[in-house]
């Protein structure tokens, strides 16, 4: 079992940064494949990033692509997200997910790869 808790979102102006952070709890964390994933208002859930157990792969969304920066902190238990040049249209619910490596076959962009979820942060961008 893995427990997610996200933190870091806000209300921030266009052209600004936010840094979440996801801290985890439960064992082998660190083979843990991340994902950020987030929900606009009547919006579906869409894919922003994600990250391998090791850190050596990274994936983004090309809607945040070039702007935003996934990383982890296996030690720490920790995942973060670096958001630069905040658009209105990043105004969401941003959510941690993680991917029992048991199950996961690499399909970083679909959630059902992931079997564990935050509670989600609200990041709202201001024109």
């Known amino acids: 079992q893995v427990q997610l808790v996200e933190s870091g979102g806000g209300l921030v102006q266009a052209g600004g940064s936010l840094r979440l952070s996801c801290t985890a709890s439960g064992r082998a964390f660190s083979k843990y494949a991340m994902g950020w994933f987030r929900q606009a208002p009547g919006k579906e859930r869409e894919f922003v990033a994600a990250?391998?157990?090791?850190?050596?792969?990274?994936n983004y969304a090309d809607s945040v692509k070039g702007r935003f920066t996934i990383s982890r902190d296996n030690a720490k238990k920790m995942v973060f997200l670096q958001m630069n040049s905040l658009k209105p249209e990043d105004t969401a619910v941003y959510y941690c997910?993680?991917?029992?490596?048991?199950?996961?076959?690499?399909?970083?962009?679909?959630?059902?790869?992931?079997?564990?979820w935050g509670q989600g942060t609200q990041v709202t961008v201001s024109s």
């Open positions: 997910a993680a991917g029992d490596p048991t199950y996961y076959s690499g399909n970083y962009y679909r959630q059902g790869e992931y079997d564990y």
């Open positions: 990250i391998n157990w090791s850190a050596g792969s990274t």
